[in-house]
């Protein structure tokens, strides 16, 4: 007698699909999964909006208004004026000399402050380990002293009647510099703070560049002096097409630092210069607007700025986009 239990089951009917095994994900699933991220970046992404977006799209439309203490206050209503700020800026001669004054001051500093970051990260790759320390240390001090504090010194330091620079040029033999006034010509006023505003960026270049300059393969360099390269020709050849991305990004912060300078010159004003030989973009959109109660012309300047440092930078930006592609 036949079993029945184990017979064998009949055949699928032709048409019917087997089965599956391999089973795939649900799309569903996957894409849920996807969005997470952006689930965790929608915070972040919110707060970044509206702290840096919404005081930009403010200014903006500040600029298209007259905006003086009675709108500050709310006593009056914003007036559109349209492009009438703009167009007195385009005719204002005293706004052609700041911008003049600003482009020159941008490009001094930043060329002065490159030069000699990278001069200083260079040496310390030279140093033996502990003045290679010290050196890191003096400089990560002047980096950290905070602005008030280094101008406070930096104005005893050039101080009139008892100021060590003055003191130690009279002990040099020049004796014209007896109770000089740094800070009353426009040449001078712009030297010293030059110097103070060098003085504080290059710690953060000779840092940058130093770390970029670890990175330098040793053996091509070795191969090179065995060729026959000299300093100058392996530092040239080698080293600077090695670390020129770090230089670029350097480069490009700090044309916007120095373009954008104001506490430096705001307090050398302070301290004795003339405000209306020495004012730079930062100092004059403040005085525009904290000063003459001009807040429409200050945001008008602030906003022809921002273009500014477009201009200026978008040979940089594009030079970094096409090296991160």
Same mark, same amino acid.
């Given at each position: 007698?036949?079993?029945?239990? !184990?017979?064998?089951?009949?055949?699928?009917?032709?048409?019917?699909?087997?089965?599956?095994?391999?089973?795939?994900?649900?799309?569903?699933?996957?894409?849920?999964?996807?969005?997470?991220?952006?689930?965790?970046?929608?915070?972040? &992404?919110? /707060?970044?909006?509206?702290?840096? +977006?919404?005081?930009?799209?403010? *200014?903006?439309?500040?600029?298209? *208004?007259?905006?003086?203490? &009675? *709108?500050?206050? +709310?006593?009056?209503?914003?007036? %559109?004026?349209?492009?009438?700020?703009?167009? @007195?800026?385009?005719?204002?001669?005293?706004?052609?000399?700041?911008?003049?004054? $600003?482009? &020159?001051?941008?490009?001094?500093?930043?060329?002065?402050?490159? /030069?000699?970051?990278?001069?200083?990260?260079?040496?310390?790759?030279?140093?033996? +380990?502990?003045?290679?320390?010290?050196?890191?240390?003096?400089?990560?001090? @002047?980096w950290a002293m905070p602005v008030i504090a280094a101008m406070t010194v930096w104005q005893w330091l050039f101080d009139t009647q008892y100021g060590v620079v003055n %003191?130690?040029?009279?002990?040099?033999?020049?004796?014209?510099?007896?109770?000089?006034? %740094?800070?009353?010509?426009?040449? $001078?006023?712009?030297?010293?703070?030059?110097?103070?505003?060098?003085?504080? $960026? =290059?710690?953060?270049? @000779?840092? $940058?560049?130093?770390?970029?300059?670890?990175?330098? !393969?040793?053996? =091509?360099?070795?191969? @090179?002096?065995?060729?026959?390269?000299?300093?100058?020709?392996?530092?040239?050849?080698?080293?600077?097409?090695?670390?020129?991305?770090?230089? !670029?990004?350097?480069?490009?912060?700090?044309?916007?630092?120095?373009?954008?300078?104001? &506490?430096?010159?705001y307090y050398l004003q302070g301290a004795g210069g003339l405000r209306s030989q020495t004012d730079l973009l930062g100092t004059y959109i403040y005085n525009l607007g904290i000063g003459q109660s001009n807040y429409g012309m200050a945001s008008a300047v602030a906003m022809f700025m921002l273009v500014l440092?477009?201009?200026?930078?978008? +040979?940089?930006?594009?030079?970094?986009?096409?090296?991160?592609?």
């Open positions: 007698m036949t079993d029945v239990t !184990s017979a064998p089951a009949p055949p699928a009917a032709l048409g019917t699909p087997l089965p599956r095994t391999d089973v795939r994900p649900d799309r569903t699933n996957r894409r849920r999964r996807a969005l997470v991220p952006y689930l965790f970046l929608a915070p972040v &992404a919110t /707060v970044l909006l509206l702290a840096l +977006g919404y005081p930009l799209v403010r *200014q903006v439309v500040m600029s298209f *208004q007259e905006f003086g203490l &009675a *709108q500050q206050f +709310g006593t009056a209503e914003p007036e %559109w004026v349209g492009l009438d700020n703009y167009a @007195a800026l385009v005719d204002d001669a005293t706004m052609w000399g700041v911008v003049a004054r $600003s482009l &020159a001051f941008c490009v001094v500093n930043a060329g002065l402050t490159m /030069v000699i970051g990278t001069a200083v990260a260079t040496l310390m790759t030279q140093l033996a +380990g502990p003045v290679r320390l010290a050196l890191q240390t003096c400089l990560l001090l @002047a %003191w130690a040029l009279v002990q040099a033999g020049l004796a014209d510099f007896a109770g000089h006034s %740094w800070l009353l010509e426009p040449l $001078s006023f712009y030297a010293v703070a030059t110097v103070i505003v060098v003085w504080m $960026s =290059v710690p953060f270049v @000779a840092f $940058s560049v130093y770390a970029a300059l670890t990175q330098v !393969s040793d053996e =091509v360099l070795e191969a @090179a002096q065995l060729d026959g390269a000299g300093g100058w020709q392996r530092f040239r050849h080698i080293v600077v097409p090695t670390i020129a991305p770090v230089l !670029s990004v350097v480069t490009l912060l700090q044309i916007i630092w120095d373009l954008r300078v104001f &506490a430096q010159i440092t477009l201009v200026l930078t978008i +040979g940089y930006v594009r030079r970094l986009a096409k090296e991160e592609d």
